[in-house]
């Protein structure tokens, strides 16, 4: 793992420390007080790995050559659970011990419920044939025995999850005009689910449960637009789902709505899309944001002016969001807990933002199809403590300590320079790994109580790391596949030499010797053009063609650059009206012009120029390399259709439903590999 995946940090420590701190137990007490320890882990080519930073020190805590499809820890950060392509493993996150695991193939989509008792798993959905029943790909387990609690059918993965109250009292799932409420306690039979309660709304949209653990907790449901009525969103006591609603907001121009709720869930703000704008202004929809509140004694909407939405977060106190809205460059306004906008931060190509766990810190930046500058700014003050420059930016997460920023570069997004980069706030770089491979990232949660707050004078940033330059693109010559690996051909080979005149230039007049009518003047020859265009200057040798000399003090001349102006020399004006006058007959002008002409000496006796030598031809590859990059053609060709075929079997050993045209091309492999053996032969005796 360490040959494959580079790593570097600016702190330094002995890693059996580090293993130590990290399996400290979670609890109360002096040493669980002192755990200041924080997790972080990633995937890559070769495998997985779980890094530790304690006592200033990042370590390996685990490090498996398994190749997983994802990982994900549960909101609590208790347990970590591996998706591989034949069953789910659960470990305890602090310990990396295993803790159960899951006899489910070919999971897409993992999460955990809110405390970590439960893990939901979709796998994609196969319609059934004929009368059969609906394959219920949708499971809900329980964490620690791995016992099936509940099975849903599910078809579409956007929306596939079920949605938790806050203590894991009650889960609920949309079925067609109504929400259907579960007691995971209180299943009977996890393919049968006893239904506990209903929320039903006609042409229901979406819904989405306030997240607070304790106290009032609250349904929000999003009922869209139909027969010329308007779309509204409506907020549920959860205790009386078919009681009157709590707030209602009505408009019209929503397709869908992304609620997002406030920490201790008493606000939630409903962000709604259009797929069109009706008014052409936005190439991606039209947006508004609604704001309601649980005490149902206020609702609005927020003032955004004109312009797309970007980006809404919350504030981890509750008491104001802020909102990246409008056209590029976008504006950030901070809004308090009553939608009233008290800060306007400076316009700035950004479209993302995040609060800092402790709430002192913002990170606003510009990622997509942006740069990938993030700012971070204080809270406090206002001020810009500094700007990270993260050029093609898959995720940026603040650390559990509210102090350090994650940044990195997944394989998804680019093919190359795929890594992770953890920040200070002060935008020094404490941590790096590199990796040539890197498809996840993500930190493990952790009370951010752990970590004293900043309310006072910030620390001073700690040493950055050295970060290794990128290394020099390699130089050389283009060689096409067929010519890579082998002695160079003659032809290839002659584009390593200096490029040589050889001939006449294709299309350039050709040169005539001296005296032959037509051909240039040459020098000595009254009327012909000086060499640098200033009296005095040297001519050439008399060959055409010749480079000329630069005259000591003679003024510059800069291809493309503005003309000179010389102080008393005749401008085009004064010219023009010279020459019109010395047209009328004006003979003292033209006595004046005659006289440099007679006084002009003989003109030299021209020199005869040597013809040219004659273009050498140009190359034509033989047959035999042609039949060779022929065949090297081929096969590469036969290479990829046994590659093709090699896949098709692994889905039918998976069991995976195959069309008309996978099972031909199955048929075709031993005429493939013969044709193949043939070509090799034939290449190998070139």
């Not at 009368?131 to 790909?137: F, G, H, L, V």
């Not at 329980?142 to 099936?148: D, M, Q, S």
């Not at 006449?504 to 265009?533: D, L, W, Y």
Request: aromatic share 8%; proline share 10%; glycine share 6%.
């Amino acid at each position: 793992m360490a040959a494959a995946v580079a790593s570097s940090s600016s702190l330094s420590s002995s890693p059996a420390a580090t293993a130590a701190a990290a399996a400290a137990p979670v609890g109360s007490g002096n040493a669980a007080r002192k755990d200041t320890s924080m997790q972080l882990s990633f995937l890559t080519n070769t495998g997985i790995s779980v890094s530790t930073k304690a006592a200033g020190n990042w370590s390996d805590v685990l490090s498996r050559p398994d190749q997983a499809r994802s990982i994900v820890y549960s909101p609590d950060g208790k347990f970590l659970a591996l998706i591989f392509e034949l069953n789910v493993e659960i470990l305890d996150a602090r310990t990396i011990e295993p803790v159960s695991t899951l006899d489910v193939r070919n999971v897409i989509e993992l999460a955990f419920s809110p405390l970590g008792s439960y893990v939901s798993t979709w796998i994609r959905y196969v319609k059934p044939e004929g009368d059969n029943e609906a394959p219920r790909n949708l499971s809900i387990w329980n964490t620690r025995t791995a016992e099936l609690v509940a099975a849903f059918p599910q078809k579409n993965q956007a929306s596939w999850n079920v949605q938790w109250v806050g203590n894991e009292s009650l889960f609920a799932k949309q079925m067609t005009n109504e929400v259907q409420f579960f007691n995971p306690k209180e299943v009977e039979s996890a393919q049968r689910p006893k239904v506990v309660d209903r929320l039903k709304a006609e042409n229901l949209k979406g819904f989405s449960i306030s997240p607070n653990k304790s106290g009032k907790t609250a349904i929000s449901v999003f009922i869209g637009e139909k027969k010329g009525s308007p779309a509204s969103v409506k907020l549920f006591d959860l205790v009386k789902v078919n009681g009157a609603p709590i707030g209602q907001r009505t408009f019209f121009n929503a397709d869908s709505v992304d609620f997002l709720w406030s920490v201790d869930g008493l606000n939630v703000l409903a962000w709604t899309h259009t797929e069109v704008d009706s008014s052409n202004q936005s190439y991606y929809g039209k947006s508004s944001l609604h704001y309601l509140s649980m005490s149902g004694n206020f609702d609005c909407r927020v003032d955004l002016g004109d312009g797309p939405i970007h980006a809404v977060n919350w504030s981890p106190n509750s008491k104001e969001f802020i909102v990246i809205h409008g056209v590029m460059p976008a504006q950030a306004t901070l809004f308090d807990h009553r939608a009233n906008a008290i800060y306007n931060f400076p316009s700035a190509p950004r479209n993302s933002i995040s609060y800092s766990p402790h709430g002192r810190f913002i990170a606003i930046g510009g990622f997509g199809n942006l740069r990938g500058d993030v700012d971070i700014w204080d809270r406090l003050t206002f001020n810009k403590l500094a700007t990270i420059h993260a050029d093609n930016c898959s995720v940026c997460e603040w650390a559990p300590d509210g102090r350090h920023l994650l940044t990195a570069t997944l394989y998804k997004r680019l093919k190359v320079d795929n890594g992770l980069r953890v920040w200070h706030y002060s935008g020094a770089l404490v941590h790096r790994v590199e990796a040539k491979e890197m498809y996840q990232v993500t930190w493990r949660y952790d009370d951010p109580l752990k970590w004293p707050k900043k309310t006072a004078a910030l620390s001073p940033p700690p040493p950055p790391i050295e970060v290794a330059a990128a290394p020099a693109a390699p130089k050389g010559v283009y060689r096409p596949p067929g010519a890579r690996g082998r002695e160079t051909p003659s032809f290839f080979s002659n584009r390593d030499e200096p490029v040589r005149p050889t001939g006449p230039v294709v299309g350039a007049p050709t040169q005539k010797p001296a005296g032959v009518p037509g051909a240039p003047k040459s020098a000595g020859v009254p009327g012909a053009p000086k060499s640098a265009g200033v009296p005095g200057a040297p001519k050439s040798a008399g060959v055409p063609g010749a480079p000329k000399q630069p005259v000591p003090g003679a003024p510059r001349t800069v291809p493309g650059a503005p003309t000179r102006v010389v102080p008393g020399a005749p401008t085009k004006a004064k010219a023009k009206a010279n020459k019109k006058q010395s047209a009328n007959g004006n003979s003292t002008t033209a006595a004046a012009a005659a006289a440099p002409a007679a006084a002009a000496p003989p003109a030299a006796p021209p020199v005869p120029a040597e013809p040219a030598p004659p273009a050498p031809p140009a190359f034509v590859p033989t047959e035999e390399v042609a039949r060779q990059a022929e065949l090297e053609k081929k096969v590469k060709s036969l290479n990829k259709k046994l590659k093709q075929i090699n896949e098709i079997k692994g889905k039918k050993e998976r069991g995976e439903p195959l069309e008309l045209t996978q099972l031909t091309k199955m048929e075709n492999e031993e005429a493939l590999r013969k044709q193949l053996e043939a070509v090799n032969l034939e290449l190998q005796s070139l």
